[in-house]
């Protein structure tokens, strides 16, 4: 009888284990598929609210050119009205630029799909650069060698960085004939790299290229404990490179 309830003791505890082990599982599971909703919620909140603030800063920045041309037009009109053909014809140069920025920006902005951004892969990236060269220059794109697995909010950044960066390519770099999109990443970080060869142009307005849209590409890489630096490259154009850590994602 003592081996017979020593048995039973011992299967019950086995039986337990395996119990707890099974609901450990399970709550792990749902734990993992519950941060991956609330990436992907929050991957939308962040595409809304990039839409609204990038068609903003479009029409801001190509109405104050056509506002600036028309007053040009009105001194025209009464001082010098032989020159006013010249004065409508740039008034119509800067709608038509209007329309066609809107146009780029509103294609790199549509996603196939709400979160597209936390599983953009390479396939992704191809799609967002094919979108941009509709109506912008041609681009050079690299990318890591292999098929990289990132962690949702890491590859959420990387995507949303390219993005960030075309659509300014978009909206401020007249002139550029090409771009770079370089995405690089070793043991510990990854790195992303975009620029064009956009000639200087005088800034119609005072805020630095990329406005709103630069701030808030710094404040998501930084929340992840990378780096963001954006400037003039030397001779032409502009750049962005933003160093993300990998192990970024096991933070969220």
């Known amino acids: 009888m003592p081996v017979t309830t020593s048995a039973a003791v011992g299967s019950f505890h086995v ?8 609901l450990g599982t399970g709550l792990v599971l749902r734990f993992l598929e519950h941060r991956r909703q609330a990436t992907v919620e929050a991957v939308r909140r962040d595409e809304r609210l990039a839409l609204a603030r990038e068609l903003h800063d479009v029409v801001a920045h190509h109405v104050s050119g056509i506002v600036m041309h028309t007053h040009a037009a009105q001194i025209m009109l009464r001082k010098q009205p032989d020159h006013l053909g010249a004065a409508l014809a740039d008034i119509e140069r800067s709608g038509t630029h209007a329309m066609d920025a809107m146009r780029r920006v509103v294609a790199l902005l549509r996603d196939a799909e709400d979160g597209v951004a936390v599983t953009a892969g390479p396939e992704q990236l191809i799609d967002l650069v ?38 300014n390519i978009a909206r401020h770099a007249r002139g550029a004939r090409a771009a770079t999109v370089t995405i690089a990443q070793d043991r510990t970080d990854i ?8 000639p200087p142009h005088p ?8 406005g709103y849209g630069l701030v808030g590409m710094r404040e998501r890489v930084e929340a992840l404990g ?25 933070h969220r």
């Open 15 to 22: 039986g337990v284990q395996g119990w707890l082990v099974g």
């Open 130 to 167: 094919r979108r941009f060269e509709e109506h912008g220059p041609a681009v050079d794109l690299r990318l890591p060698t292999g098929a990289p697995t990132w962690p949702p909010v890491v590859t959420a950044t990387v995507y949303r960085v390219v993005q960030e960066s075309l659509t």
């Open 191 to 198: 790195t992303v790299e975009i620029g064009d060869d956009a």
């Open 203 to 210: 800034p119609i307005r005072s805020s630095p290229r990329g």
């Open 226 to 250: 990378g780096t963001l630096d954006a400037g003039p490259r030397p001779g032409a154009g502009w750049s962005v490179r933003a160093t993300v850590p990998l192990q970024a994602g096991d």
